[in-house]
């Protein structure tokens, strides 16, 4: 069974960078899509970003040339690396297997703020 595991939030400023890493463990990781979700208070769930098995990306419109997703396959690991952080980036930021049967991990909290 496939567990999926964040990491890398915390609180940073306007402006500023961070990067978020999903370990997974157990599975085939390198023929999963995988992708990044975010989801603010009193808001719906998001997708961010995405990857293919194949390493095609998509990306919301409120995040295109700021963030970026990629895939290590031999770390079994998904990044999220964030650059020029707003406070409306403000949220828990969840790892999705894309890849039915869908697995999310634990979220990880993101908060851009002075």
């Known amino acids: 069974q496939v567990q999926l595991v964040e990491s890398g939030g915390g609180l940073v400023q306007p402006g500023g960078s961070l990067r978020l890493s999903c370990a997974a463990s157990g599975g085939r990781f390198s023929i999963y899509a995988m992708g990044w979700y975010r989801q603010a208070p009193g808001k719906q769930r998001e997708l961010v970003a995405r990857v293919t098995s194949v390493g095609n990306t998509n990306y919301a419109d409120s995040v295109k040339g700021r963030f970026t997703i990629s895939r290590d396959n031999a770390k079994n690991t998904v990044y999220l690396q964030m650059n020029s952080l707003k406070p409306e980036d403000t949220a828990v930021y969840y790892c999705?297997?894309?890849?039915?049967?869908?697995?999310w991990g634990q979220g990880t909290q993101v908060t851009v703020s002075s």
């Open positions: 999705n297997k894309m890849t039915l049967p869908s697995v």
